[in-house]
C-alpha cells in the first residue's frame, strides 16, 4: 500500500467524494469515496483508484480488455487536521485489522439481509 500523505485535496463531483493522493515522489492520483464505516471511534474510507478509468482505452471494459482487473483499492482512516479539514492517512497495523474486522462484519450484515 501506498504510505498516505497531505491527503487534503477533496472535492465532489458525479463519481462522489474525490481523494487526491500524493506519494512520496510528489505523484497525484485520483480515489473515489466508495464507502466510510466506523471501526470503534474511529471512520475509515474505503478508496478506490478513478485513474485507470481515462487511461484504459478500450471505452468497453469486456472480459479481454483487463483494464478492470488493475483497480487500485485503500483502506484510509479519516482524521481533521489542526485547521479542522479532512485528511485521509494510512491506519497503524492495528487500526488497519481493526477497520477490516468492522468491513468484514459489515459485509457479512449486509449479505444476510439480502
Not at 500500500?1 to 500524493?22: P, Q
Not at 466506523?38 to 487511461?55: F, H, P, Q, W
Not at 481533521?80 to 491506519?91: A, Q
Amino acid at each position: 500500500m501506498e504510505e498516505l500523505k497531505n491527503n487534503s485535496v477533496v472535492e465532489e463531483d458525479n463519481e462522489g467524494t474525490v481523494v487526491v493522493i500524493t506519494d512520496e515522489e510528489g505523484n497525484e492520483y485520483n480515489y473515489v469515496e466508495e464507502m466510510v464505516f466506523a471501526a470503534g471511534s474511529d471512520k475509515y474510507a474505503i478508496l478506490v483508484s478513478i485513474d485507470g478509468d481515462e487511461e484504459c482505452e478500450c471505452h468497453e471494459h469486456d472480459e479481454e480488455c483487463g483494464c478492470e482487473e488493475e483497480v487500485d483499492v485503500i483502506l484510509a482512516k479519516i482524521v481533521k487536521d489542526e485547521n479542522g479539514e479532512v485528511e485521509y492517512i494510512e491506519p497503524t497495523d492495528e487500526e488497519f485489522e481493526i477497520a477490516q474486522q468492522a468491513y468484514e462484519e459489515l459485509m457479512d450484515k449486509l449479505e444476510a439481509e439480502e
